[in-house]
């Protein structure tokens, strides 16, 4: 068996395949909401998605003594994800497809990983506010309702709304950090798309 992988995640795959279901659990909360991400994005449902990553997740368990990775870990698990992803969409229409021949442009699937990695730390910045911030965020963006009616509705001024989407957004830009700055406003405007 090949398994080319560095670092953390090498340490924790080797200690999965001595049957070791806490180093199981780490990589599944490490990478399971970014994976439904990813697969969300051929899926278009995220309870499909879920699924199809739970039942990736099973399979890995059940199969780690026999996978054979020769890729890092990551790109391992974001291949899984397209792959069963694309043949799942394709069951629940009831056509045939030969899976030998999908095309597998490993930049496109770098590409959504990286975003969908991007959306789950947004996600994970917006529900770490302060509560009443996080509300007057999630109106404003999700719900795409106005200051005013912001206001009017949680019964404070329109100044303190502006201040608390203020807050939010320096607050999440600092969780996110430098390397996604310039990409958080447009995952911010286009994040409602995805959840």
Not at 31 to 45: A, Q
Not at 127 to 141: A, Y
Not at 179 to 195: A, E, H, N, P, R
Request: proline share 2%; hydrophobic share 45%.
């Amino acid at each position: 068996m090949i398994v080319v992988m560095t670092g953390e995640d090498l340490h924790i795959w080797l200690r999965v395949k001595d049957d070791d279901p806490k180093a199981f659990e780490v990589l599944f909360r490490k990478y399971f909401y970014t994976l439904c991400l990813l697969s969300k994005r051929y899926t278009r449902d995220m309870t499909t998605s879920r699924e199809v990553i739970q039942d990736l997740f099973i399979h890995l368990w059940e199969n780690r003594q026999n996978i054979r990775i020769t890729s890092s870990f990551r790109s391992y698990l974001a291949s899984a994800a397209r792959f069963n992803s694309i043949r799942r969409v394709k069951a629940d229409q009831k056509v045939v497809i030969f899976t030998d021949i999908l095309p597998d442009n490993s930049q496109e699937l770098t590409d959504h990983l990286e975003y969908a990695e991007l959306q789950a730390a947004i996600v994970k910045a917006i529900d770490g506010l302060p509560e009443q911030c996080r509300k007057v965020f999630e109106l404003s963006r999700f719900e795409q309702l106005k200051h005013s009616e912001i206001a009017s509705k949680l019964d404070i001024s329109v100044k303190t709304v502006e201040a608390h989407i203020g807050k939010a957004l320096k607050l999440i830009q600092k969780e996110i950090g430098s390397i996604y700055s310039l990409m958080v406003l447009v995952g911010l405007i286009v994040l409602k798309f995805f959840l």
